[in-house]
């Protein structure tokens, strides 16, 4: 009798189709919807071409204190009577922040979304941005940070993004600053970048029963108090890759696990290979099934997992792959790691592989844009990257056609092994001699690096 059961079969993908897109300007700005008959709840997004993108070299993490600093009551009304409003409604504000847009969304029944849609206006235009309410702020983010970065993974990070892009641009520092950084922030900056970029109208996403909503009138809500127009979304930056691979250590002292991370610059997410750089990613190290994960998880016992992905801006891209191996076998996991990405860009992909990875993404999408908020977000996508319309009514037949030649020659183009930076952050003590007798590259100290 066996105790090791077949894996089973994909199944066929359900048929999936996403709502039309309705576009229209108003009041010097663009709404953005999908119709949802009959639903009850409908969901408003704003979104300003303000990302951390936007912030001066100097002072990152400038954006997120001020999204933060949003909650702290309104020109109108202080803090406590502006969330009593919003709990009035059912609701709350959230705001989020990529490197290309700033974002702030509510979720209500239908009827009530125009007064929640003011609400959310009245913050991200017109905030109170009291100076102690915004050091206040600003300290309890630096504190945050400084317990996020106490742990492993965050100082990696760090120190791969310098590398690949240079602290000499915005992207080559953390999306939300690091904790010097963000200690650092006077209040005058966090209210200067706020008067700066966020009088732009912008556009609104709106998802729900259009039948029982006002495009104009939640578009005059949404746009009042705007006052300029542009710049829209940037283009793709020029970002040059390494002419070898290296590796940096990272030092963390008497530490019994090395946190890996393996990187390199890749194409903006308007890319037209996009779907199969996707592809080739989950079967790299996409998904539990994964080339890496069954490798150094299973076969090797090195790890509990570890992923690959190509995570995409507007302006630029990354290759990266992450892990966490016990100290004594970090040399092997790399070489191992490294083997899989050579292997993948010289052989490619196999049918039954890329079948696996199809049937995952396609029905995971289906899955995934069920929701008035998902659906929402699928919209702020068509937003950001300048996506058509029909993007995601499409991306379901291209995820589920992708073949295997076409595959394989992205990961040809997309994967570059040669031009990959290592991190490692671990005992530096133990494990540098064993990753220079590797011969993956130059070993360098990540102090050293400027």
């Given amino acids: 009798m066996s105790l090791i059961a077949e894996r089973p079969e994909a199944g066929p993908a359900r048929d999936y189709h996403f709502p039309a897109v309705v576009r229209r300007p108003v009041a010097g700005g663009e709404v953005v919807a999908a119709h949802l008959p009959g639903h009850r ?14 912030e001066p070299v100097g002072a990152p993490g400038v954006a997120t204190v001020l999204a933060k600093a949003l909650e702290e009551g309104t020109l109108r ?17 959230v705001t989020a922040l990529d490197w290309d847009s700033f974002q702030a969304s509510v979720q209500v029944p239908a009827e009530r979304l125009l007064p929640a849609v003011e609400l959310l206006a009245e913050a991200v235009r017109a905030p109170r941005l009291d100076p102690a309410d915004v050091a206040r702020v600003r300290d309890d983010e630096a504190n945050g940070l400084r317990m996020d970065w106490a742990n492993p993974g965050p100082r990696a990070d760090a120190a791969l993004r310098a590398d690949l892009f240079g602290t000499q641009l915005r992207i080559g520092r953390p999306l939300h600053g690091s904790p010097a950084s963000v200690a650092a922030l006077s209040v005058d900056e ?7 970029w966020f009088g732009r109208p912008g556009t609104l996403v709106v998802v729900g029963d259009l039948d029982r909503l006002d495009l104009d009138a939640l578009g005059v809500a949404a746009f009042a108090g705007a006052t300029e127009g542009g710049p829209l ?25 090395s946190t890996l991370r393996l990187g390199h610059p890749a194409p903006p997410r308007t890319h037209p290979d996009y779907v199969p750089m996707v592809l080739a990613a989950t079967v790299l190290g996409g998904a539990f099934t994964s080339r890496l994960n069954h490798l150094i998880r299973e076969v090797r016992g090195y790890t509990y997992g570890i992923r690959s992905d190509f995570g995409l801006s507007r302006r630029f891209g990354r290759f990266l792959v992450s892990s966490a191996v ?39 999408l289906s899955v995934e844009l069920q929701s008035p908020r998902a659906i929402a977000g699928a919209l702020t996508t068509l937003v950001v990257y300048g996506l058509p319309d029909d993007y995601h009514a499409q991306l379901r037949q291209q995820l589920l056609t992708a073949g295997e030649e076409e595959v394989s020659a992205a990961a040809a183009r997309h994967l570059r092994p040669e031009a990959l930076t290592l991190v490692i952050e671990g ?9 220079t007798d590797t011969g993956l590259g130059e070993v360098i100290d990540s102090g050293e690096l400027s």
Avoid: K, Y
């Fill in 326 to 364: 016990q100290t004594a076998v970090t040399a092997p996991a790399l070489v191992d790691a490294v083997g899989e990405i050579e292997r993948t860009r010289t052989d490619g992909v196999t049918e039954p592989e890329l079948a696996v990875a199809r049937s995952w993404r396609a029905g995971g």
């Fill in 41 to 54: 709840l409908a969901v408003a997004v704003l979104i300003l071409p303000t990302g951390a993108g936007r």
């Fill in 77 to 93: 009304r202080d803090s406590a009577a502006f969330a009593l409003a919003v709990e009035g409604l059912g609701t709350e504000v």
């Fill in 427 to 435: 005992d530096a003590a133990a494990i540098r001699q064993e990753l």
């Fill in 233 to 257: 979304f940037e283009g793709p930056l020029e970002i040059t890759l390494h002419g070898g691979r290296r590796i940096l250590l990272v030092d963390r002292p008497g530490s019994v696990q």
């Fill in 190 to 196: 966090v209210i200067a970048f706020h008067r700066q």
